[in-house]
Each structure stands twice: as C-alpha cells, then as structure tokens.
C-alpha cells in the first residue's frame, strides 16, 4: 500500500514539476489558481498541502541552483559540484530539498537559513512571499487563508508589518562615518506606478568599512533615466545618517558624476571602473587597435605604483594620438581615476579597480526581475525584495570582513589618517 501511495505522490510531483517549468503564465499564478490548475477544484485539503509542499520544494530547488549558477559565473576556476539532499523544516511542512555544491566547497546558497538551526512559521511565510510576491496584500491574505496554513490575519499582517518596519529602519539606519571605500552603481529596471509600467532607476550604494566589512548603505528609487540630480540626492542621504569621509569612490564614468563627488567629498579619491574602460576602448578603436590597447591596459593594472601606472599609460595613448587625438585627449584627462586603484597594496587592488562587487548585486535584482515578469509591480514589492537579498548576504556571503583587506588593515588606516589628517586635526 505504502508503494502505491509513493508512486502516486511521484506521478503527481512529475506532474505539477512539469506544468510549472512549461506554463509561464501559471508561474505568476496566485497560489490558489495553481492549485485548481494541478489538483483540481474537489482536491482534499491534504492533497492540496501535498501539491503546495511540492511547489515550494521545486522553487527552491530552482532558486538555489540559479544561486549557484550565479557564484560560478563570478568565482574564477570552480565548477559545480553535483547536489546534496537536505531536509527543511518550515513551519508544519518538511522540504525534501537537492542542495548544489561546488568543487571548492564555499558555495552556500543564501536563501537557506543557518545550518541546524531549525527554521520557524515565519519562514514558511517568507518563502510564500517568493512565490506570491507579485500580489497585493489582500491576494496574499486570500491564498494563505484558502490554503488553510495555519496563519490567521493578524498572523499575516504582523509579519508584513515587521518587514516593513525592518526596511523602515534599514532606510534610517545611522552609518558609519568612516569607510575605505563606497562602490556605486544605477540598475536600470521598470516599475508599475499608478496603473503605468514606467522606467526608472534603483541607486545603490555599497561600501566597505576599514576593516573589511562589505555592506550594502542604501538603495534608492527614482523613476526616468538615470541623472546627477539623483545622485547627489543619494550622497546627501547618506551624510545626513552620518557617511564623512571615504577613502575612494568606485564608479563608471556617468557624466557630472565625478563633480558630484567632489561637492559632497572633497577630499575622497575617485576610481573608475577598469572594466568599463576596456569595454569603451572597443567602442572607439577599430577592433586590432583595440586589442593592442588593451593588451597593454591589462599589463597596467601590475604596474609596481600609480606613478610608474600613469606613466606607462601616458606613454601609450601617445602612440596612438595620430589616430584618435580626440578619445586620446579625453581619456588622459581622466587617468588619474583610471589608475586610482594603484596608490594601494597589491592584494587590496583587485578588489577596488571595478565596479562588478555592486554589479553582482545587480545581477540578484535582475533575476529577481525576471521571476516577477519583468518588472516590479510596485515599489513596496521592489523594497521588500531588496531587504530580504541584502539580509540574506549578511548571514552568508558578507558576515565576515574580506580577508585580504582585512589583512591589510594597518595599511588602510595609515593611508586613511594620512589622507584626512587636516580633517581629523581640525574636528
């Protein structure tokens, strides 16, 4: 009996497993739609809970390999590994969940919480939110309610006061005022606002502090294109909840944003991202110039120091002046900031030279994007999503200090003392 009870329970996971990966539209289904589409409207209230516990399983499952997918895109030399089995237990359901490995075995994936630790009702609801997150309030309310998981609304509504209130404090939260450096970057994306699907840009600021801590220090939405405008709104954020003095900025070269640094941190040295100047030599040299360039451009970035680094590169645009004086002439003015990265140690350098920490960031938002249908249907949702990657890279990935900037600590606050001596002699 209890063998055909389990092929029973295999046939109906192959199916729904199946109709999910195959119907896009049933993937932004509410949770009651779907189960009237995979076990019908007469289904008991067990098989319903069978159905949900499998919906949840295959999701996670999904999300942790794209997880994985995405560690290995940005690791050097590692592969997958296979995958583990992992009992879950959420509330009054038990996951049967595949986890991913990599060869190294660092990788972790972060939607799941601590190892051992047993996980509470609260989860359960959090893992809810990834499914039905597109939805109103009330939808979610109505979904729970039909499922008949034991939360009732004053259940629901608590805990989506708790994380609203979780993002109220993340937003205010006091900074502090003292940092190595500020990675900053703008993800382009859409958001429904009043009935209208429109464009508009998430700011995001990421730093890490002297001792090698990585956090993320606010992110802001503003909808249109990208603007300077903004920018210095974000900068005037994070001064008023008590950002002072950086030691360098990590940006790409949007225009008026190196001027709006300096009116907001004088004194603050500014690196532009080393990859987007690769990729913009291949947009204004013909393809074999382009190849010779950055042929040498890689060399640079070796160079013993920022003078040696600056020399080196002066005398290569000088090469190549005859045929293209006008970008030649544009990038000289810039080659401090291109080689910025060079005043420091060598093991602190590769974390500094470009943009991709903040860029893998936005990379988890696109993916969550993607999930949504391509777009945010609210800001609130859009907030929410961003709050629980965040939580999730600090109970994981960013929970300790990068060790080589830590191992370099010292060094940094000597170049930090240095650099704002006047500063500190006059406060």
Known sequence: MKKNNNSKINERKKLIMELYNNNPDLQNMPVDEFLKKTVGTDASQHDKVEAIKMLFEHVLNITMDSERNLYLKNTDNNKGNGFYPRKLSAGSFNLDLTVPRDRTGNFRPAILPEKYKRTDESYL???????????????????????????????ITF???????????????????????????????????????????????????????????GFYTFFGNESTVDWRKVFGDLIERGLKKIVVVISDDFPGISDAIKTFFPITDQQLCFV?????????????????????????????NFEDGISKFESLCESFKKDYKIYINSILEKKERYFCFLKFPDDIRIHIYTTNPIENFNSRI?????????????????DINLLLQIERLRQNNWKYPIPKIAGEHYIISQIFNLKFYNQTQLS
């Not at 508009?200 to 002297?210: E, N, Q, S, V």
């Not at 696109?366 to 859009?382: A, D, P, V, W």
Request: net charge positive.
């Open 276 to 304: 987007h100047f690769m990729r913009n030599v291949r947009k204004n040299m013909n393809k074999n110039d382009a190849s010779v360039f950055n042929k040498e451009l890689q060399n640079f970035k070796y160079s013993k």
């Open 366 to 382: 696109e993916l969550i994007r993607h999930k949504l249908g391509g777009y945010f249907q609210s800001t609130n949702i859009l």
């Open 125 to 155: 609801n959090l893992v809810s939110s990834l499914i039905v997150n597109g939805y109103s309030e009330s939808q979610l309310h109505l979904s729970l309610k039909q499922l008949g998981l034991p939360y009732s609304d004053s259940d």
């Open 159 to 217: 805990i989506k006061n708790q994380i609203n209130e979780r993002l109220t404090d993340f937003k205010q939260k006091e900074l502090t005022e003292n940092i190595f450096a500020l990675f900053i970057d703008a993800y382009h994306t859409q958001i429904k606002d009043k009935n209208r699907i429109q464009k508009a840009c998430i700011y995001t600021a990421m730093g890490i502090d002297l001792n090698g801590k990585k956090d993320i220090y």
